[in-house]
């Protein structure tokens, strides 16, 4: 009997490409490749890899067409599919006594509740996965493909905790799982999202070492709080860190940064900017932090941001150019943001720039961080203020790629309400600095 073949609508062809010369369309159906089947983006960038491929397109009007490609190895076709993945994302079979969807209200946006575990979103868009959803086929897939590095949500090593914090019986034995992409040679990074009194002291201590016997495979992992909501009724009640916590865990983190230096070269474990906001303690140099592997979950922002705004000041002049303007963010980056504006009015010492610290209300005063700040408490906590000609906001407020908030309402939102303009910036430091001194 033979398969059916998985069929992948086209969504675009780019141009000068060379499904453009082929006269492929958008609204064309990608059959198959060399007549095998198409699971999903891996199977696709396989297949396609080869000089010498056929595919298989279908028309819309059932009309198909057979078309022998001769390219360079590696050559991208030009196909943009509607579903990035060629296939459905896989959600998350947990329920993680620190997950932050578990803590969000009713009535928000459906995609904010989707919880994604899907290994190929580690490739394409560096996402964390807990290797609880890995099927075999799935790690043969990925063992064949040698597809890294693969980013790993490891929280504990302790097999038995790490079922007690995922809410899962698999989650220990899939622990394994790392030892046979650390056989095949596949790179990975770690993350460990702490929780008071489950996986900090002893048992971080544990899990850092055990990880060691991943080096150098294993290049970095990040050390992050658990974040907290004021939604928590119903969920396992877990304590906030405090300030001591926080000292505690970077002497940990850094006395095994010292251990794994002097043994393997790098330093692996690295501690989220947050830890050392709530400490009270200087940041790392630049140095240490090993070309900012973990930038996305917080690991390092704030040192790169200091030194990207001083290398580019060093190349301004300044000047008495008079500007007003109001710069908003969370509460636990407002100290730093201020720091940066006071450095450009040195240079620029009539340029008049106010930093607002958000509370957020939202989702509850423990949650300090800009990325989760909400429209409507920017709206509320500002709207009898004096801005000034314009209101800056970082871009980590926005969903990617769009101007729509966590609340769905939208940055002309804000600007209607509030009666002013609003810019955003990025999270860099020239696009930080020009920001604040150039006017549009």
């Known amino acids: 009997m033979t398969k059916k073949l998985q069929e992948h609508k086209i969504k675009e062809v780019l141009p000068g490409s060379i499904a453009e010369e082929l006269e492929i369309e958008a609204g064309d159906v990608l059959v198959s ?4 089947p198409i699971k999903d983006v891996f199977d696709y960038r396989y297949l396609s890899e080869d000089e010498e491929i056929v595919l298989l397109i279908r028309k819309p009007d059932g009309e198909e067409w057979e078309l022998e490609i001769e390219k360079d190895a590696y050559e991208d076709l030009g196909l943009v599919f509607e579903d990035g993945l060629m296939d459905e994302y896989r959600s998350c079979r947990n329920k993680c006594i620190f997950c932050f969807i578990d803590q969000m209200p009713t009535g928000m946006r459906d995609t904010l509740y989707f919880k994604d575990d899907d290994a190929r ?3 394409l ?7 609880t959803n890995l099927s075999e086929e799935d790690m043969e897939r990925i063992l064949f493909y040698k597809l890294s590095p693969i980013n790993i949500s490891v929280h504990t090593t302790n097999p038995e905790l790490r079922c007690k914090m995922l809410n899962n019986r698999f989650a220990g034995e899939a622990l394994e799982k790392i030892k046979r992409f650390y056989d095949a040679g596949l790179e990975m990074n770690g993350q460990i999202v702490l929780c008071k009194g489950y996986n900090d002291g002893e048992e971080l201590e544990r899990t850092i070492h055990d990880l060691t016997a991943y080096l150098p495979l294993i290049q ?3 050390v992050v709080p658990m974040g907290m909501t004021k939604f928590r009724e119903e969920l396992t009640q877990v304590e906030p860190f405090t300030k001591e916590d926080a000292i505690e865990v970077i002497g940990i983190i850094k006395k095994w940064q010292d251990i794994i230096q002097k043994h393997y070269g790098t330093r692996m474990i690295h501690a989220s900017d947050e830890w050392y906001l709530l400490a009270g303690l200087p940041l790392p140099a630049e140095d240490d932090y090993e070309g900012y592997p973990q930038l996305e979950n917080g690991v390092g922002m704030i040192r790169l ?8 000041l060093a190349g301004c002049k300044g000047d008495d150019r008079t500007r007003k303007l109001t710069l908003v963010t969370g509460e636990l980056a407002a100290s730093t943001i201020k720091e940066q504006v006071e450095k450009i009015q040195k240079k620029y010492p009539n340029i008049d720039a106010k930093v607002v610290a958000i509370r957020n209300d939202f989702f509850g005063n423990s949650i300090t961080v800009a990325g989760l700040v909400t429209a409507q408490d920017i709206i509320s906590q500002l709207k009898d203020r004096e801005l000034g000609e314009i209101l800056l906001l970082p871009e980590v407020m926005l969903r990617s790629g769009e101007d729509v908030f966590l609340d769905d309402l939208t940055v002309s939102d804000v600007e209607k309400a509030l009666q002013t303009r609003v810019g955003i910036v990025k999270s860099e430091g020239e696009a930080f600095v020009r920001a604040v001194i150039e006017s549009d």
């Open 33 to 36: 490749i060399n007549e095998q």
């Open 121 to 123: 979103l580690s490739f």
């Open 125 to 131: 868009q560096g996402n964390y996965i807990t290797l």
């Open 220 to 222: 970095s992992v990040s």
């Open 305 to 312: 941001l200091h030194v990207e705004v001083d290398e580019y």
